[in-house]
């Protein structure tokens, strides 16, 4: 399974923005998937998944409420929609699946062997 991320950019404080990720080569209804990201430096953050199943959700505190993940498997693509921005949200943004992955709440327990190559997100003014 190869994953590409896409859709990073400049943001203002306060606005939008709609990662993509899409996947080739087996799939991807088959995979639990979600999104981390990490700043320089710091460790990497769970930000959110879908079980396999579809059927478990799971958001990291930070981004409860502003960030909607959401897939499509017909077109073997998983969304982040990123709403209301705000500094310093970490800037690299990577996808992830994992054969048959569950979604716990805890999202860092479940492994995830397949990544994306990450893209950026700026949130400036």
């Known amino acids: 399974l190869q994953l590409v991320e896409s859709g990073g950019g400049l943001v203002q404080p306060g606005g939008s923005l709609r990662l993509s990720c899409v996947s080739s080569g087996s799939t991807l209804g088959d995979y639990g998937i979600g999104w981390f990201r990490q700043a320089p430096g710091k460790e990497r953050e769970a930000v959110s998944c879908?079980?396999?199943?579809?059927?478990?959700?799971n958001y990291a505190d930070s981004v409860k409420g502003r960030f909607t993940i959401s897939r499509d498997n017909a077109k073997n693509t998983m969304y982040l929609q990123m709403n209301n921005l705000t500094p310093p949200e970490a800037p690299g943004y990577y996808c992830?699946?994992?054969?048959?992955?569950?979604?716990?709440?805890?999202?860092?327990?479940?492994?995830?062997?397949?990544w994306g190559q990450g893209t950026q997100v700026t949130v400036s003014s």
């Open positions: 992830v699946a994992e054969y048959l992955g569950g979604c716990p709440r805890s999202i860092s327990v479940q492994p995830f062997d397949y």
């Open positions: 879908i079980s396999s199943s579809g059927g478990s959700t």
